[in-house]
């Protein structure tokens, strides 16, 4: 037993969290589980107006970092300056980061060189990091030892009819908001996610895509027969869209590397 489901996640589920002196939220999962997702999803929420929709009692400023750091302190100052178009002094950035008026969020620990791995799992020891928000495939051992992990739930073959309904209607696809292409769909959908090997690769980002194709068809007047019927056909569909001239067979080999995923 890892803690309680939270079926919809809110900024009221946070709180207790951020309330604590120094807060850590680790959000573990698969790739394509919805990691990223929610983590920018709190980034909204961290300077939302509304203080209904807020993770603290204050706004925070949200400082998402994608790449590999040694010195967090840095990279913050350096946003931040960009930001404001001026020089901070590093101790103004150090209380900023004391008192959770940044949040920091890491997005692919896992996907980070070493160095970044060891410093960011050290990083109580030399910054006071106090409001930090992580994406990992694997858990990070901070030193602190009090972080807090979530782990997105994966999508069944029971719950994907009433998640991809769910991005139809935010997709606003016209095309596809007629009930018959809908049942189409959902047959096209149920293909992918039972054929063999499948079960395990039901993601998010797996059915983002074929929603997101499939209104492309309906908007288009085309048919629904031309949507993809496996995973790895499913990104290599999307790859080849994004890079028309691109390689073909090294598109193929990364939609083989994330069918398996």
């Given at each position: 037993?890892?803690?309680?489901?939270?079926?919809?996640?809110?900024?009221?589920?946070?709180?207790?969290?951020?309330?604590?002196?120094?807060?850590?939220?680790?959000?573990?999962?698969?790739?394509?589980?919805?990691?990223?997702?929610?983590?920018?999803?709190?980034?909204?929420?961290?300077?939302?107006?509304?203080?209904?929709?807020?993770?603290?009692?204050?706004?925070?400023?949200?400082?998402?970092?994608?790449?590999?750091?040694?010195?967090?302190?840095?990279?913050?100052?350096?946003?931040?300056?960009?930001?404001?178009?001026?020089?901070?002094?590093?101790?103004?950035?150090?209380?900023?980061?004391?008192?959770?008026?940044?949040?920091?969020?890491?997005?692919?620990?896992?996907?980070?060189?070493?160095?970044?791995r060891r410093y960011l799992a050290q990083i109580h020891a030399s910054e006071p990091v106090n409001a930090l928000v992580c994406t990992s495939r694997r858990e990070t051992a901070f030193m602190s030892g009090n972080a807090v992990r979530v782990y997105p739930l994966p999508l069944t073959e029971g719950s994907v009819p009433h998640f991809a309904t769910g991005l139809i209607?935010?997709?606003?696809?016209?095309?596809?908001?007629?009930?018959?292409?809908?049942?189409?769909?959902?047959?096209?959908?149920?293909?992918?996610?039972?054929?063999?090997?499948?079960?395990?690769?039901?993601?998010?980002?797996?059915?983002?895509?074929?929603?997101?194709?499939?209104?492309?068809?309906?908007?288009?007047?085309?048919?629904?027969?031309?949507?993809?019927?496996?995973?790895?056909?499913?990104?290599?569909?999307?790859?080849?869209?994004?890079?028309?001239?691109?390689?073909?067979?090294?598109?193929?080999?990364?939609?083989?590397?994330?069918?398996?995923?």
């Amino acid at each position: 037993d890892r803690g309680i489901v939270v079926p919809q996640p809110r900024p009221s589920d946070f709180r207790n969290a951020f309330a604590a002196r120094s807060c850590v939220i680790e959000l573990c999962g698969c790739g394509g589980s919805g990691k990223s997702t929610l983590a920018f999803q709190m980034a909204q929420w961290a300077i939302a107006d509304d203080p209904e929709h807020r993770l603290a009692d204050y706004q925070m400023i949200p400082i998402l970092v994608e790449e590999n750091f040694q010195i967090i302190g840095a990279v913050v100052k350096s946003r931040v300056s960009a930001w404001f178009g001026e020089e901070l002094d590093a101790t103004f950035v150090r209380a900023l980061l004391r008192l959770k008026r940044i949040l920091i969020i890491v997005d692919g620990v896992s996907e980070r060189d070493e160095t970044t791995r060891r410093y960011l799992a050290q990083i109580h020891a030399s910054e006071p990091v106090n409001a930090l928000v992580c994406t990992s495939r694997r858990e990070t051992a901070f030193m602190s030892g009090n972080a807090v992990r979530v782990y997105p739930l994966p999508l069944t073959e029971g719950s994907v009819p009433h998640f991809a309904t769910g991005l139809i209607r935010a997709r606003a696809g016209v095309g596809l908001l007629n009930i018959d292409l809908q049942v189409q769909f959902a047959l096209r959908l149920a293909q992918v996610v039972t054929r063999t090997g499948a079960a395990g690769a039901i993601t998010p980002l797996l059915v983002t895509l074929a929603v997101t194709r499939a209104v492309e068809l309906a908007d288009q007047g085309r048919g629904l027969s031309e949507l993809p019927t496996s995973v790895p056909e499913l990104y290599f569909d999307y790859l080849r869209r994004l890079n028309r001239s691109g390689d073909l067979q090294g598109e193929l080999e990364v939609a083989e590397r994330l069918g398996r995923l």
